[in-house]
């Protein structure tokens, strides 16, 4: 029994399978997964079968897991009396029909299940491909368990396949999923370096996206102009995959010049390559430049803003406050066919409440729920938030009640979002007993939640029970913010209270109380 981690050793162990594989790795256990390799198995990655030579069962059989495939089973005991029904099979289907089984058990995201199969199969010496085990490693990925898809890719040089350009893929996309970015590119440029690999435009994609969703989008720009000067050009997505990242770092000057660059090779910009430049823009308030790239967008190269784009120009200019802006938005929206979702709503409202213009918000709220859209936890708490905010408490609880009644369970923002409105309006009891409510609904208080409620105490002078929270924060393993901290060194100036000095003496003893 083997254990194989992701390592140097590792990777330069595969790079050199050409030497000879270490009996060691003749029995390899990963966890449920166990593997039993024979010496003398020597088969191509895939053996093409003719209908002809299939027997009637098996093409009933294939006509069903296509579907499956495609599909994926009602239920998960489908799926399973189906295998053992094709183990009881004679002669046993081929390899492509498990294939088919294992790829319906993925697109029901069941990948460990996928993997005790592929072991199932493996114990009993059934025939698998190249294709299985890119199935199998691809589960092993999805289920965060990188190492055993490496200790997967032994196993099948050791059957005599060839991994292809998913195999690396695959193993790279994984890699880079756990944050082993390191890893990932020392496995990516000693597989091109040794010419293990002719990466396709999908498996450098798949590098330069993950490369930026971890942060390292120098690398991944690095590896971008590795790639141009390859004989493998970028694409639409790479470009956008880069665009998007340079934005999120807010060089969008950068970013316009890459797009530029783009257009001028001939790569034709989508949507996906203008939202980003529109985001960006509008966070920092490029106004003129956002027209004329809108200009450009729609009457150069004639496409037209999705309700994702369209959803980004309605908050950023709610949230500017031209709302008058963002509801022309609005208009242009269902003139063109693209309708708001719930996203653009919420936006709207948000600067709705902001502004204290409640009626337009609710009128808002139950167009939403006219045009057969169900409001979020966001969308409630924008609308709570902005009445408590113009002190209609009595709304905001009525309001409360309602989501519930519709049956929407409140989360522990709604709730901070109630205490804050019942405090400020010295209803600091219903809020304490709406404290109570939530911890019976199995809602554990966050140090914010406590805060709040002993902020509320401490203003309405129920010294006691602020004391009770503050010692149960505590015990919990929170502390005090700044604001009660403040709030409490400024009574305790006017107002030598033992329960306040008892107060002050906890948080001191606890270590967490921030002077």
């Keep these: 029994m083997t254990f194989i981690s992701v390592s140097s050793r590792l990777l330069s162990f595969l790079l050199r399978r050409r030497i000879g594989t270490s009996s060691c790795f003749q029995s390899l256990s990963i966890g449920v997964v166990h593997f039993h390799v024979n010496d003398n198995i020597s088969k191509?990655?895939?053996i093409p079968h003719s209908t002809h030579s299939i027997p009637s069962p098996h093409i009933k059989l294939q006509q069903y897991l296509v579907q499956k495939s495609k599909s994926g089973f009602d239920n998960l005991d489908d799926a399973l009396a189906v295998f053992d029904k094709m183990l009881k099979l004679r002669p046993l289907p081929y390899d492509f029909h498990f294939n088919q089984?294992?790829?319906?058990?993925?697109?029901?995201?069941?990948?460990?299940?996928?993997?005790?199969?592929?072991?199932?199969?493996?114990?009993?010496?059934?025939?698998?491909?190249?294709?299985?085990?890119?199935?199998?490693?691809?589960?092993?990925?999805?289920?965060?368990?990188?190492?055993?898809?490496?200790?997967?890719?032994?196993?099948?040089?050791?059957?005599?396949?060839?991994?292809?350009?998913?195999?690396y893929t695959t193993l790279i996309r994984g890699l880079l999923s756990q944050h082993k970015s390191a890893e990932a590119r020392l496995f990516f440029t000693n597989l091109i370096k040794l010419n293990e690999l002719q990466p396709n435009v999908v498996t450098y994609s798949t590098m330069i996206n993950g490369l930026c969703k971890t942060g390292h989008?120098?690398?991944?720009?690095?590896l971008f102009r590795f790639m141009e000067k390859s004989d493998c050009k970028p694409n639409t997505v790479t470009y956008n995959t880069v665009i998007d990242s340079i934005c999120q770092h807010g060089l969008v000057d950068d970013a316009l010049?890459?797009?530029?660059?783009?257009?001028?090779?001939?790569?034709?910009?989508?949507?996906?390559?203008y939202s980003p430049l529109i985001r960006v823009l509008c966070k920092l308030n490029r106004w003129e430049e956002l027209s004329l790239l809108l200009e450009q967008m729609i009457e150069d190269m004639n496409i037209s803003p999705n309700v994702h784009t369209f959803t980004i120009l309605v908050d950023a200019y709610a949230k500017s406050g031209k709302l008058d802006d963002a509801k022309q938005i609005i208009k242009i929206m269902n003139g063109r066919g693209e309708y708001p979702d719930i996203v653009t709503y919420n936006s709207l409202m948000q600067a709705y409440?902001?502004?204290?213009q409640m009626d337009e918000a609710m009128v808002l709220y139950r167009n939403m729920e006219c045009e057969g859209l169900s409001p979020t936890v966001v969308t409630h708490n924008i609308l709570l938030h902005g009445l408590c905010q113009l002190g209609k408490t009595m709304e905001a609880l009525a309001f409360f009640y309602k989501i519930q009644e519709l049956g929407h369970k409140p989360d522990i923002i709604i709730y901070q979002t109630l205490f804050g409105g019942l405090c400020k309006s010295n209803y600091v009891d219903k809020a304490l007993s709406f404290f109570q409510t939530m911890e019976c609904n199995g809602l554990i208080p966050e140090s914010k939640t406590y805060n709040i409620i002993i902020c509320g105490c401490l203003w309405n002078k129920k010294y006691n029970e602020a004391s009770?929270?503050?010692?149960?924060?505590?015990?919990?393993?929170?502390?005090?913010?700044?604001?009660?901290?403040?709030?409490?060194?400024?009574?305790?100036?006017?107002?030598?209270?033992?329960?306040?000095?008892?107060?002050?003496?906890?948080?001191?003893?606890?270590?967490?109380y921030e002077q």
């Design 101 to 167: 089984l294992l790829t319906a058990l993925v697109k029901m995201k069941q990948y460990q299940v996928a993997v005790s199969l592929f072991q199932e199969m493996s114990s009993r010496k059934i025939d698998v491909d190249i294709i299985t085990f890119n199935i199998a490693i691809n589960c092993c990925c999805h289920s965060n368990r990188v190492d055993y898809a490496f200790s997967l890719l032994l196993s099948a040089f050791k059957r005599g396949f060839v991994p292809d350009v998913f195999t």
């Design 468 to 512: 009770k929270l503050v010692h149960k924060m505590v015990d919990c393993g929170f502390s005090a913010d700044a604001i009660t901290t403040s709030l409490l060194q400024q009574i305790l100036t006017k107002v030598q209270d033992p329960t306040l000095l008892a107060m002050h003496q906890k948080c001191l003893q606890s270590g967490n």
């Design 44 to 46: 191509p990655n895939s």
């Design 257 to 273: 010049i890459l797009q530029s660059e783009m257009m001028e090779k001939g790569i034709l910009p989508d949507v996906w390559t």
């Design 353 to 356: 409440c902001s502004q204290g």
């Design 217 to 222: 989008t120098e690398m991944a720009i690095w």
